[in-house]
C-alpha cells in the first residue's frame, strides 16, 4: 500500500461473493442466473437474481441496517400504502469475508421517474401527496412511536448545518450563494414539528420512484425509513415537480408554511451533497442535483 494512503474500508462486492453468499445461505435460489444492476445506487451493490428477485449488498456501514429494517417494517407498511414497496424475501448474513448482513427481495418491474416525464403531471403530485399522507398516518399496533428506538428516530435539520454550510461556500458561482444562505437560515429559524411523531421515507426522490407505462407504481429503498418530523419528504417536490404540479403536492399533502420551509431546507441540504460529491464524475447526478438546488430556491 502507497505510504499516506489510507485502506478502503467498504468491501470488495463481486459477482462470485455474491453468488456464494446465495448459495450457501439460500440453497432453494442457487440455480437462478445473477445480473449487476448498473447503475446502481450509491448505499448497495445490487443483483437481479432470477426474474422475481433482486440482491442488495451494503457498499459502506452508514447502509448496514436497512436489511434488517425493511425485513421488520415493510410487510407490515405495504397493506397502507398505495403505492407497491419492497416485498422482503430473506435476509443473509455475513460470510466469505462479506462483514454485514444484506437482503434478497422481490423484484418490482419499472423505470425510474423522471423529471422530464413526470414533472408537469398533477395525477402523480397527488398520488405522491396521497402515499406520503398514508405513511404518515400508519399506526402500528403495539408500537408506541413515542418510544422510537435510535434506528427510527429522525435527525434534525440542524445536524447538516456544519456540512451545508461548507457546500455552499464550495459552490459559489455555481449557484447563488447568497440566496442559499437566505434559504439555509430561513429553514433553519422555521418553527418545529408540532405534531406527533410520524413515519417518513427518508429518501424521497426521483431514483427511489418506479414507473409504469408512465405512471408512479412504486417506491423502493427504505433504508432511511423513520419517525419525527416529515419536512424531509418533501424534497420529491423539488427533484420531481414543476411549480404547477407542486402547487398540486402541497395542497394534497395539506403543508404549512413552516414545514414547507424546512422541506425545502432538506432538498437544499440534500442536494448540495449529492452536487459535491458525485457531480463531477457524474454527468447525471450533475443535471438531478443542479434541478434540486434550483427548484429549492424558487419555492
Not at 457498499?59 to 429494517?69: L, P, T
Not at 423513520?226 to 424531509?232: K, R, T, V
Amino acid at each position: 500500500m502507497t505510504a499516506g494512503r489510507a485502506a478502503d474500508p467498504r468491501p470488495a462486492i463481486d459477482a462470485a461473493l455474491a453468488r456464494c453468499l446465495v448459495d450457501t445461505q439460500f440453497p432453494q435460489w442457487a440455480e437462478l442466473p445473477l445480473k449487476l444492476l448498473d447503475p446502481a445506487g450509491s448505499d448497495h451493490v445490487i443483483y437481479r437474481l432470477g426474474e422475481d428477485l433482486s440482491v442488495r449488498l451494503p457498499r459502506h456501514a452508514g447502509a448496514i441496517r436497512q436489511a434488517i429494517k425493511e425485513s421488520e417494517w415493510l410487510p407490515r407498511l405495504a397493506p397502507h400504502l398505495p403505492l407497491a414497496i419492497p416485498v422482503p424475501a430473506g435476509v443473509g448474513e455475513p460470510d466469505f469475508g462479506y462483514p454485514w448482513p444484506w437482503a434478497v427481495s422481490r423484484w418490482l418491474d419499472g423505470d425510474v421517474a423522471t423529471a422530464e416525464a413526470l414533472a408537469d403531471s398533477s395525477r402523480a403530485a397527488v398520488q405522491l401527496a396521497e402515499f406520503l399522507t398514508a405513511l404518515q398516518t400508519f399506526v402500528p399496533e403495539d408500537f408506541p412511536v413515542e418510544d422510537a428506538g435510535e434506528d427510527l428516530t429522525g435527525r434534525p435539520l440542524t445536524d447538516r448545518d456544519r456540512a451545508t454550510r461548507a457546500a455552499i461556500a464550495e459552490v459559489d458561482g455555481a449557484f447563488d450563494a447568497a440566496a442559499m444562505t437566505e434559504l439555509w437560515e430561513s429553514a433553519l429559524s422555521a418553527p418545529g414539528w408540532e405534531g406527533p411523531p410520524v413515519w417518513f421515507h427518508g429518501d424521497f426522490h426521483t431514483g427511489n420512484l418506479l414507473t409504469v407505462a408512465g405512471r408512479l407504481s412504486a417506491v423502493i429503498d427504505f433504508g432511511e425509513l423513520a419517525i419525527g418530523d416529515p419536512a424531509c419528504d418533501l424534497t420529491i417536490a423539488f427533484t420531481l415537480m414543476s411549480a404547477g404540479s407542486r402547487a398540486v403536492f402541497r395542497a394534497t399533502l395539506g403543508v404549512d408554511d413552516a414545514t414547507w420551509t424546512r422541506g425545502r431546507g432538506w432538498a437544499l441540504a440534500t442536494g448540495l451533497n449529492a452536487y459535491i460529491s458525485y457531480a463531477a464524475v457524474n454527468p447525471r447526478v450533475a443535471a438531478q442535483t443542479t434541478r434540486q438546488i434550483t427548484e429549492a430556491l424558487l419555492g
